[in-house]
């Protein structure tokens, strides 16, 4: 009988898509976050509650608790954890996962992990802690207020860092692995903004990722955000939004003309990341005086609030239950459309129904696609979207894209990069429109919507 109850509780997290369990690590219980989906894991808050406003102590409610004591004070995270007999691989340390944790000297991060959140290690006794070469991102404040933190040794120069990476750790001393003999150029603890990751070669080649034009002019006034979430923590990861993403930082430069340190390129980007993104490019509109032109780009899983249609981003550590872990359309085209800048540009390849890339809904939706309320442009910004009310952006699985961002670059590599708005808009809504029908059977209708401002002359816009 107990059986049986386990194989049901069991079905029903599998059914779910997410779920929690408890891990038991040298004496203290965590919660580990897992994905049946991914098979992966994540080790979650440990009940030390974080403010992630500012900072004073006082917003925290510290609860330490010592684990059992060890000879060498050394806590080892495992790479696998077996739940109901399914082997899970641990991939992520989650949000304030070790924050207060106190008698431990170090801490063994397994070379699986992918991303630590933010102050993931808070407020902890920590003396030394190797980050291995399988962390793509630290979080904000990972190792904040570590007191007796005097070694933190990271893979190499290009890992992305969240700000204030060891603030009032004082004693810290940071090293690359792959360039120990270099210092830093600046202190991190001193940082305001993250380093911006530059993205590594495509997985595989289509037509739209090889022999890309390279154009001689220089588009020095125009800047571009690509947030590319592909691998989310308690959703289903969006097909090849990675590989969207690097191939449209590459148009960008080749084709675009726009130089590498006017994009900001961000792979599998939190709530906190998109929010920094939006920020950076309001100080650099500020700071031209209204001659930058800015180009934001978005592949990765929309959402709807079913109660008010608000369509939503949804950031990797969001839920596709809870709107308010998104960033709503209408606060991201009030703060890009209060700009003072020339125009801004828009690429959204997700759609807002709470379907997946593909077949399928959002693990924690009710699994009816939602017809999404459309937001409106502001300011002097047109907006191509890869799909509208109900419908899926689908993926065009042969290519290793979306199918809207596919034909979005086909478009600029056989023009490169001059073809007016219009035109962009025209072919990209037949040849998507045309392909979803035929091969999926099923409607996906891009859409060019411009702003009032530019209701009459948008079509004549072009990207450089």
């Not at 004496?27 to 580990?32: A, I, P, W």
Request: charged fraction near 20%; aromatic fraction near 10%; proline fraction near 5%.
């Amino acid at each position: 009988m107990k059986k049986i109850l386990f194989t049901f509780v069991l079905m029903c997290m599998v059914f779910a898509g997410y779920a929690q369990h408890k891990l038991n690590l040298a004496g203290t219980v965590f919660n580990v976050s897992f994905d049946n989906n991914s098979m992966t894991a994540e080790i979650v808050d440990r009940e030390y509650k974080v403010d992630d406003r500012e900072y004073p102590m006082h917003n925290y409610r510290r609860k330490i608790r010592d684990f059992k004591k060890m000879p060498n004070r050394t806590l080892e995270i495992p790479e696998k954890i077996v739940i109901g007999g399914y082997e899970y691989t641990v991939t992520s340390i989650g949000h304030a996962a070790f924050a207060g944790y106190w008698n431990v000297d170090e801490i063994i991060i397994p070379n699986t992990v992918e991303s630590i959140g933010d102050y993931a290690f808070l407020h902890s006794s920590l003396k030394r802690i190797v980050i291995p070469s399988s962390v793509l991102s630290i979080g904000n404040r990972a190792f904040g207020h570590c007191p007796k933190l005097k070694s933190l040794t990271l893979p190499n120069a290009t890992i992305q860092l969240g700000d204030n990476l060891y603030t009032e750790s004082k004693m810290c001393e940071l090293t690359y692995t792959e360039i120990s003999t270099k210092k830093p150029e600046s202190n991190l603890a001193q940082r305001r903004t993250p380093k911006v990751k530059k993205p590594v070669e495509p997985i595989g080649p289509a037509d739209v990722d090889i022999d890309i034009p390279t154009v001689s002019t220089s588009n020095n006034e125009t800047f571009a955000i690509i947030i590319a979430n592909e691998n989310y923590q308690s959703e289903v990861a969006v097909k090849f939004a990675h590989n969207d993403g690097r191939i449209f930082y590459n148009y960008c430069q080749s084709v675009l003309g726009i130089p590498e340190e006017n994009i900001h390129y961000r792979e599998d980007a939190t709530l906190n990341n998109i929010l920094s993104e939006v920020n950076w490019v309001s100080n650099v509109a500020s700071i031209y005086g209204g001659d930058a032109r800015i180009i934001v780009y978005y592949a990765g899983h929309g959402m709807p609030d079913e109660s008010t249609q608000t369509a939503y981003l949804l950031p990797v550590d969001g839920s596709g239950s809870d709107f308010s872990t998104g960033y709503s359309l209408d606060k991201l085209y009030k703060a890009l459309g209060e700009l003072p800048c020339k125009n801004v540009t828009v690429f959204l390849d997700a759609c807002f129904s709470g379907s997946q890339r593909g077949d399928g809904m959002l693990a924690n939706t009710r699994g009816v696609a939602i017809k999404a309320r459309e937001s409106d442009p502001q300011g002097k910004m047109v907006v191509f979207s890869a799909a509208q009310g109900d419908e899926t952006a689908w993926p065009y699985t042969e290519k290793g894209h979306g199918l809207f961002t596919y034909y979005l670059l086909k478009k600029l590599k056989e023009t490169k990069g001059n073809v007016t708005y219009g035109e962009l808009g025209d072919y990209i809504q037949k040849e998507v429109s045309r392909r979803a029908i035929v091969v999926n059977s099923k409607p996906q209708t891009p859409t060019a919507s411009p702003s009032s401002n530019l209701s009459d002359t948008w079509r004549k816009l072009k990207l450089r």
